[in-house]
């Protein structure tokens, strides 16, 4: 059996439509119709310090570790962090690798009104879709605004090996890339999502998803994970 066939298998709660039309070859990325962008900032030069602290504080755990000779910020214990500057709309690159059963996830917009980030910030997840429970459900597997919007299929690269993340916000606009293919869109903040938010645990946590401009963040899932090649660059209307 396929890979697609297997994830067909599991997730038979998306329609098969879906899988279709969600295509099977990359997309050509671009940004939205009259959208300019400003200069990439590399979230790594120089190392993490300078870019990176950790979330609701001023330094950066050192369980967070950069290799200034591969470029990778590898989690190995601590904390979520965030970036040091806040970001309102933007175009984010990076890539990430999960070991066997890992999970982390990527968040943006956040603020620190929370204790926890999560309570606070969307989040695009990182997983191991074959070895984590949650790579079971397309709501929570890699790729997906973590349990409100699902891809429509599986494009992520097994436990080991790097995989490329775009994330896109300009206003209330979002848009999920992962691998070169365009998994997800939404509206922040429309009443699609509102509904979608009150049916979700973030109905708990009024700040959620409320900040149209904040930090990037990295999680802390208590799994070893490793981020390169971090850019971003603000967009502008």
Known sequence: MSRLSRRVTRWSGVALVALITAGSTPLRAQLPSGVK????????AGGAAPHWRTYRDSSLASGWRYDAATKTLRREAGKDIVTTRQ???????LEWK??????????????EATGVIYENAPEMQVLDNAGHRDGGSPLTSAGANYALHAPPRDVSNPAGQWNAVRIVAVGAHVEHWLNGVKLLEYEQGSPEWQALVAKSKFAAWPPYGQAMRGHIGLQDHGDVVEFKNIRIRELSR
């Open 98 to 111: 999960v070991g066997p059963k890992g999970n982390s996830g990527i968040f943006y917009r956040a603020t």
């Open 87 to 93: 970001f309102g709309d933007f175009e984010l690159e």
């Open 37 to 44: 962008a400003g200069p990439w900032i590399d979230l790594l």
